[in-house]
Structures are given as structure tokens and as C-alpha cells.
């Protein structure tokens, strides 16, 4: 158990349709990522937050946008969905000392969207 | 820009064989490489990691890497594989101009069978 934790595990929607994942982080973990995989494009890097403000952005999509809120935890919110947004969905944290932020980052277990 | 290149799609290995999984990295500045390993419908786990120090780096369940600067290189090493170890290794250097984000390969599939 990695100390991420991801809901729901699973979500079924249609197309056209919004959605809102959560990430709890691991307690004391301060920047929280979001990662997209899926089977063409791999392990994409979303967006990254980091104390409540956004850190660092990836390839995400204008319909996509996510928070981090006071008590550290994050939601990313998928709007107008397609059939192409279908993946599995990663959060991950980390402590990143701002200074060396070598440590590793933590991974949840995911959340699979289904857009049907 | 950073990125990290995993040429092997899919590696097999007979179980006690030694194994090896390949990656290759571009970044400016210092490389901060990681290896993570993605187990059916779970999420990745932290492998090992190579800051600076040694160049051969030691990580769980008996892994460990080599790190090549010279060759850009920082392959993933088993002297002798488990049927358990088959699973997905993503490889991913971090940039820290860029608030530590993590890029990851493409990832490789281990089979040892």
C-alpha cells in the first residue's frame, strides 16, 4: 500500500459527460501529480500541483482541470468526455523538498474511465 | 526537453537467467533516474532511484541499475529472474527545472517464464 488513495476504482460514463477523480496523498506529501495511461499514448504526464498551486503542466486538455485543496488533497475534473478519454487515471505524491525534490513520487492505484 | 527511451517493448527471460532492461535518457543538467514497476491492475512502484554517488544503484525484490553518463543509459539489471517478476518496468528521469516532474518511458513488459 503505497498510502495514495484513489477513488472511485472504476467509473463507467458516457460521452459528453463530466467526471471528478480524487487523490488523497500520503500524509505529509505536499505536491500531488496526475498521470493518464493508456495503451497508445503510455504514461502521460498531466498536471502537477504543489502546496495548493499549480506546479507544472503536462499534455492536458483543455476539457480536463484539476485542484489542490487546504487539506492537500486533489480532484481532477474531466468535462465533455469521448471515447478517447478512456484510461486509467493516476495521482501520485510526493514530499518534494523544494531545494532537492529527488524523492520519489508514490502512486495510487488508479482510477479506470470508461467512456462509453 | 527531457525524455526517457525504453527500446524494448517486451523482454523474455527464463527464470534464473540473469536479466536486463534497457533505457536511455536526454535531460539537461543532472539526471535524476527512477525505475518503477506496474503489476496487472495495479497502480507503479518505486524500484530504486539514482541521485548521484555510486553508479550502480540497489533498489527491492533485487534489483538494481547501472548508471552510464557517457552512454546516457540506465538499465535495469537481475542476476537471476523470477517468474514473479513479470510485469510492466517504466523507467523516468525527473527534471528539476520543472518542479520535479517525472517523465516516464514508454515501458517495457518482462515475461520470465
Known amino acids: 500500500d503505497s498510502g495514495v488513495t484513489q477513488t472511485p476504482k472504476h467509473l463507467i460514463t458516457a460521452t459528453g459527460q463530466r467526471v471528478t477523480l480524487r487523490c488523497s496523498p500520503r500524509?505529509?506529501?505536499?505536491?500531488v501529480y496526475w498521470y493518464q495511461q493508456s495503451l497508445d499514448q503510455g504514461l502521460q504526464f498531466l498536471i502537477q500541483y504543489y502546496n495548493g498551486e499549480e506546479r507544472a503542466k503536462g499534455n492536458i486538455l483543455e476539457r480536463f482541470s484539476a485542484q489542490q485543496f487546504p487539506d492537500l488533497h486533489s480532484e481532477l475534473n474531466l468535462s465533455s468526455l469521448e471515447l478517447g478519454d478512456s484510461a486509467l487515471y493516476f495521482c501520485?505524491?510526493?514530499?518534494?523538498?523544494?531545494?532537492?525534490?529527488?524523492?520519489?513520487?508514490?502512486f495510487g492505484q488508479g482510477t479506470r474511465l470508461t467512456v462509453v | 526537453a527531457q525524455s526517457v527511451a525504453q527500446p524494448e517493448d517486451q523482454v523474455n527471460v527464463a527464470e534464473g537467467n540473469p536479466l536486463t532492461v534497457k533505457c536511455t535518457y536526454s535531460?539537461?543538467?543532472?539526471?535524476?533516474l527512477f525505475w518503477y514497476v506496474q503489476y496487472p491492475n495495479r497502480g507503479l512502484q518505486f524500484l530504486l532511484k539514482?541521485?548521484?554517488?555510486?553508479?550502480l544503484v540497489k533498489g527491492s525484490y533485487g534489483f538494481e541499475a547501472e548508471f552510464n553518463k557517457s552512454q546516457t543509459s540506465f538499465h535495469l539489471k537481475k542476476p537471476s529472474a523470477l517468474v514473479s517478476d513479470s510485469a510492466l518496468y517504466f523507467c523516468?528521469?525527473?527534471?528539476?527545472?520543472?518542479?520535479?516532474?517525472?517523465?516516464f518511458g514508454k515501458g517495457t513488459m518482462l515475461l520470465v517464464s
Open positions: 501520485a505524491s510526493s514530499v518534494v523538498p523544494v531545494i532537492q525534490g529527488a524523492d520519489e513520487a508514490f
Open positions: 539514482y541521485i548521484t554517488g555510486d553508479n
Open positions: 523516468a528521469v525527473r527534471d528539476m527545472r520543472r518542479y520535479s516532474t517525472l517523465t
Open positions: 535531460v539537461s543538467g543532472n539526471p535524476y
Open positions: 500524509s505529509g506529501d505536499l505536491s
